[in-house]
């Protein structure tokens, strides 16, 4: 695809609406300068410069579609706590804005990543969540937001959170076939078929070995991961994103394509 396609398509998402559904995150990022080694445990020192927080996982999905001139309606859970109030107002602020069906859970956390970074790096990162499948009250809210939905296409973020469940998934399917909407997964999940006649799973290379048990570096070896990957799963078609090497569509009944990051124009 050239760039004049591209911008094409992207024009034409221009008021589309995409429900997204699935786990929601706030990313924050502790920047700070390390000059020495704390005496206490051969650990580097931190010196706090500054602080920034974003939405992470689903959260992040509805913000690029309404960057990139779409409508976006989120649903997803939050607990009830400091980081819940921080995601509301990220989720409020921003380019544009999401019509959020966010469902309190006092019973967990909100999922929240804080990494610490000085000079480009990461030292390390700390993770405050609760993975365990959501139920009861909690998952009948979000079936109930999905099925209210009218949207033209479906986004499954699956984060492993615990938010998208199989009584999700399948409403998620119902939804989309009653609309005629596609139904697309970004699933870091080791079986894909768990997501049953989806229009399209999108893994990266990483989780496709993960799922698949079959290494993904080369394109022929991604060709053959795919193909394995299809036999698993009953979506329609698989598209890996691979970093720097692009990405690669394996589609049912048609050969795999792979799709090369333009090269820089020189000046």
């Given at each position: 695809m050239d760039m004049i396609a591209l911008q094409n398509r992207l024009g034409a998402m221009s008021g589309s609406g995409v429900t997204v559904v699935g786990d929601i995150m706030v990313d924050r990022f502790v920047h700070g300068a390390v000059s020495r080694v704390s005496a206490e445990a051969p650990v580097p020192i931190l010196a706090r410069i500054s602080e920034q927080a974003m939405l992470g996982a689903a959260g992040n999905v509805a913000r690029n579609i309404v960057s990139l001139g779409g409508a976006a309606a989120l649903i997803g859970v939050l607990g009830v706590d400091a980081a819940a109030a921080e995601a509301r107002a990220l989720i409020a602020a921003g380019s544009g804005p999401i019509a959020a069906t966010l469902i309190s859970d006092p019973d967990r956390p909100t999922t929240t990543k804080v990494r610490f970074v000085s000079a480009g790096q990461q030292l390390m990162r700390v993770d405050h969540e609760a993975a365990r499948p959501v139920e009861g009250e909690v998952e009948q809210a979000i079936l109930q937001a999905i099925g209210a939905s009218a949207t033209r296409a479906i986004l499954l973020s699956d984060y492993g959170k615990g938010v998208v469940t199989d009584a999700v998934i399948q409403a998620c399917l119902v939804a989309a076939k009653a609309s005629g909407a596609p139904l697309i997964v970004d699933s870091k999940a080791r079986h894909f078929g768990r997501y049953g006649a989806a229009d399209v799973v999108k893994p990266?290379?990483?989780?496709?070995?993960?799922?698949?048990?079959?290494?993904?570096?080369?394109?022929?070896?991604?060709?053959?991961?795919?193909?394995?990957?299809?036999?698993?799963?009953?979506?329609?078609?698989?598209?890996?994103?691979?970093?720097?090497q692009g990405m690669s569509l394996a589609v049912r009944g048609q050969p795999v394509r792979h799709f090369r990051r333009p090269a820089p124009e020189v000046f």
């Open positions: 990266n290379a990483a989780e496709l070995a993960f799922a698949t048990d079959l290494p993904t570096s080369t394109d022929a070896e991604v060709e053959v991961a795919l193909e394995k990957a299809l036999t698993l799963a009953a979506c329609g078609a698989i598209l890996v994103t691979r970093a720097a």
